[in-house]
Nanobody, 126 residues
């Protein structure tokens, strides 16, 4: 079981920025595909972005493409999600988890079984 802990959420005005962190323990990030997911009240959890294990290639959902950037620091064993131009509809609890992958490329779907941590709350409001 991969141990992942999210942090960095908060309250921000529309148009603002936040950087989320996903700290991994017990394994080396470069081997696994890791993604960010979010769940808003009353909605299903959705995939936001992921970074592939072998080559670090990335994927984004259409709703965040061009605004969010995923990255990883292998030395710090941490995956980041830089969120810019935030909108009220980005309000959700954000989680990180291992994702499925095909031919080495990550998919915006959690690997089953998925282990979800506490997540970190992001609220975009004026």
């Amino acid at each position: 079981q991969l141990q992942l802990v999210e942090s960095g959420g908060g309250l921000v005005q529309p148009g603002g920025s936040l950087r989320l962190s996903c700290a991994a323990s017990g394994f080396t990030l470069g081997v696994y595909a890791i993604g960010w997911f979010r769940q808003a009240p009353g909605k299903e959890r959705e995939g936001v972005s992921c970074v592939s294990g072998p080559d670090g290639s990335t994927e984004y959902s259409d709703s965040v493409k061009g605004r969010f950037t995923i990255s990883r620091d292998i030395a710090k064993n941490t995956v980041y999600l830089q969120m810019n131009s935030l909108r009220p509809e980005d309000t959700a609890v954000y989680y990180c988890a291992e994702t499925k992958s095909v031919f080495g490329r990550c998919l915006l779907a959690p690997k089953s079984p998925a282990y979800w941590g506490q997540g970190t709350q992001v609220t975009v409001s004026s």
